[in-house]
């Protein structure tokens, strides 16, 4: 397993790239080029990680594919296609992206997003990337989400029967899995169900910490890891069941000191568990 997250400090090559994740104990990474990136510098910062056994883990493409305004669909659509075409180019385990929302904002919740109609929009918006890229070396995935698809260990696997598509794989992130109190009570369960039937198919996980708050109705915030109620023992141990180079990237936290603090507790919880991080 290879643990990664942001970098604060900033690096202008791969030398300084690599050096800044030497610092942090970090040997998986988020994309450090853009798509206008020149042939010659991917070919750098992929050497550059080879050599250091560095995973680039996965890019971005982080957009509505699914939006009811056409000109931002196609604008989704064509970003969609043009980051997977990065991950191609520079070797990333993955693209990721959300399936999107048929609401107006990007990433946010309506009654739509659950319909058989949307059901099959995501299956003919995953196709329409992948096809168009045609990539041999890296997956398109989708992130989970606590209301849209996929939301569940079923939903991920009907999607991955319908698409029907190699290039399509799986990403992991068991906190936006947990959107009621029931599932906020048993994380170590869901983490299990979810590897026991996808872990072959996936790519890249997130690592982030949830708290269920005691007011009505109810409220689930996300939190630094070990201030929540994520089972990060059953986390860790399941992952280290896949692929070694798998990675686990910190995200969504605000100053370089929680993401140490963050990092300090994975790798703790690692240690208490048996667990190797690369």
Known sequence: MRLGGPLFAKSATPDEWLAALRAKGYTAAFCPCGPKDGDATLAAYAAAAQRAGVIIAEVGAWSNPLSRDEKTRHA??????????????????????????RGTRWDGPHPDNYTADTFDLIVETVRAIIDAVKPTRTFYTLETMPWMLPDSTESYRLLLRAIERAAFAVHFDPVNLI??????????????????????????????????????????DEARPGLGGLDF????????RLDPDMPLLLEHLKTEEEYDLAAAHIRTVAAEVGVGLG
């Open 76 to 101: 989704a659509l064509a970003l969609c296609q043009e980051r997977l075409a990065l991950a191609e180019r520079i070797g990333a385990r993955c693209c990721v992206n959300i399936a999107g929302s």
């Open 179 to 220: 959107c009621s109190p029931q599932r906020y009570c048993a994380t170590g369960e869901l983490i299990r169900e979810f590897i026991a039937r996808l872990g072959p198919h996936i790519r890249s996980c997130h690592a982030k910490d949830i708290v269920l708050a005691d007011k009505l109705t109810t409220h689930l």
């Open 233 to 240: 023992r059953t986390f860790l141990r399941e992952l280290a």
